[in-house]
Each structure stands twice: as structure tokens, then as C-alpha cells.
């Protein structure tokens, strides 16, 4: 196939494995990059999904330890603290003129990305999703949605329009937006108070929004005041709406990691909400706090 119809995704776990299986569906070449293992179950057995949105279905995908062609895109859906570490996968070399498309939590690494590949193809990416891999190549998407907000500061237009009509070609509902501080700011001003909190108290969201209310709602001033300071709109009551509205069973993402053991993304979540707050001269002492407490509890 073409080079304009492969996409790489780099780290196919519930988020990444779950866009390699849909845009494979969708008849797109897809190549994930994993380590030897994940990539040999891969190549035996494609990913399974189990998706109350996309049905039930398993897509034959290629997989292999380092991206050794060019393609159109390399998503990087690893976890921020894998980071460093995964992008030897992806020689700069090798990936030439192809879109960087980053959906990790967080706000710092869109920079540690233009220090490694061409600037003007990094395209910050936020996802909306609730995916979780249960086992290598196997899937299961929770949520009722799948939304990809695409940016990238000096990216070429017409690359994002592709991008996106790719992705909504895939089933999943891909929008080009303009202001890339204001997407990543958008999704960390509701991330830091949903991930701190319910990591903190061990508690789903309905139970840390009525139990621990009042740390919510400062929460939520502080992490909108920050993003203000950095150029970036907010709205805490729209914020506050948004939580109150969620499942109360929901949990977060580093919720979970903890629960099953495994690194968190704390520094790139609330380390670097306090880096920013650092640096505009913002008062953060509830999310210091937070931060404070989980480090100390070995988190």
C-alpha cells in the first residue's frame, strides 16, 4: 500500500491498540510498534476488540519492534513516563515528512517531540475515550464515544484534514482545532482534579464528589486559574458541570494504574500543573498537596 494509507501507532494498548484495530477495519495498513512479545501476538492474532460502540471484531494488523519505512502518521499513544524509551522505535531517519501525533495526558511533551522529529509535523492530539487492554492484541472499549481533537501549532492545514477525515473514515470522530495550548489545557484543567483526587482517596467520582467536594471545587479553580495564566480558556462551573454529569462509577485513568500496580503518570499530570503554576506565580496548594501525599505514598 501506499505510503499515504499506513499509519504507525506506537504503544497499542487500550488507546492505541484500540484506533490500530479501527483504522485496519477500516482499510488502512496500520503497523504497531511494541516490544518482540506484544508484537509477535500481534502478528499472529491481529487485536480484538469487545465494544459496545464498534461491535465486537478482531483486525489483522502488521507489528514490529522499530518503524523501518515511511508512513503518513505515527500515533504515540504510550504512557508519558514510557515516553523517552519508546520513541527508539521511531527513528527520526525513518519517519521523514510524516505526522507525530502524540495522545498522551499532560502538557510538556509536545516540546520533547519537536526536539526529536520535525517541529512542523508534531500534531498534539487529545482523546476522549475509555479503552483498557486486558491482554496483548485484546481490547475492550467502555465508552460510548471515541473523539480525537487534532492540533499541531505550524502543522500544514490540509495534513490535519487528512488526518481527521482518516480517522472519521475509521468510526471515530476526528475534528481539526485551531488553538493547541487551548485543546491540551482543555483536557488537563478536567484531567488533574479527576486524576488527583480519585488516586488520592482510592474512591470513584461520584463517591470524590460528594465525600471530598469541597477539595474538587478548588481543585478545579486552581487548575482553571493556571490554565488561564498560560493562555488558555477556562471554565470551573462548566468544569464542575462536567464531573457532576460523569458516571459516578467512573474512575481515571491513573486511578486504575494504581490499583493494578503499576507506574502513574503523576509528573506529567499534577507535576507538571505545579511546574506551570511555578511559572506564571499561581497559588496552587490544594493540587501541591495532592501531589505531595501521592509521591509520599510511593506513587
Known amino acids: 500500500m501506499a505510503i499515504e494509507n499506513t499509519v504507525a501507532v506506537l504503544g497499542p494498548g487500550g488507546t492505541g491498540g484500540l484506533l490500530a484495530a479501527l483504522l485496519s477495519r477500516s482499510g488502512r495498513r496500520v503497523v504497531c510498534l511494541a516490544g518482540e512479545s506484544t508484537a509477535e501476538t500481534l502478528r499472529r492474532d491481529g487485536i480484538t476488540v469487545r465494544s459496545a460502540q464498534f461491535g465486537d471484531f478482531t483486525a489483522a494488523v502488521e507489528a514490529d519492534t522499530e518503524l523501518r519505512e515511511p508512513v503518513a502518521a505515527c500515533l504515540v499513544t504510550v504512557k508519558h513516563n514510557a515516553l523517552d524509551a519508546a520513541l527508539t522505535r521511531v527513528p527520526p531517519a525513518v ?8 495522545l498522551l495526558n499532560g502538557v510538556e511533551h509536545p516540546a520533547a517531540l519537536r526536539a526529536r522529529y520535525r517541529p512542523d509535523r508534531v500534531a498534539p492530539a487529545v482523546i476522549r475515550v475509555e479503552s483498557t487492554r486486558i491482554a496483548p492484541g485484546v481490547i475492550e472499549h467502555g465508552s460510548p464515544f471515541t473523539e480525537v481533537d487534532l492540533a499541531g501549532d505550524g502543522v500544514p492545514a490540509a495534513r490535519l484534514d487528512a488526518l481527521a477525515a482518516t480517522l472519521t473514515a475509521a468510526g471515530v470522530t476526528g475534528r481539526v482545532v485551531g488553538d ?30 460528594t465525600r471530598h467536594r469541597d477539595e474538587l471545587e478548588t481543585l478545579v479553580a486552581e487548575t482553571a486559574t493556571v490554565s488561564l495564566a498560560c493562555g488558555a480558556p477556562a471554565d470551573p462551573a ?12 467512573a474512575k481515571s485513568s491513573m486511578q486504575r494504574d494504581a490499583e493494578a500496580g503499576r507506574p502513574l503518570e503523576l509528573d506529567a499530570i499534577g507535576g507538571a500543573l505545579l511546574r506551570a503554576a511555578e511559572r506564571n506565580g499561581v497559588f496552587v496548594p ?14
Do not use: C, I, Q, S
Not at 519517519?95 to 502524540?102: I, Q, R, S, T, Y
Not at 493547541?180 to 482517596?201: H, I
Not at 462548566?238 to 462509577?249: C, E, S, T, V
Open 286 to 299: 490544594v493540587a501541591a498537596r495532592l501531589v505531595r501525599e501521592l509521591r509520599e505514598a510511593g506513587r
Open 95 to 102: 519517519l521523514g515528512d510524516a505526522l507525530v501525533v502524540p
Open 180 to 209: 493547541e495550548t487551548a485543546a491540551l489545557w482543555a483536557k488537563m484543567a478536567f484531567l488533574v482534579p479527576f486524576a488527583l483526587l480519585t488516586t488520592r482517596y482510592g474512591l470513584p467520582l461520584g463517591e470524590v464528589r
Open 238 to 249: 462548566r468544569a464542575l458541570a462536567r464531573y457532576d454529569a460523569f458516571p459516578p462509577g
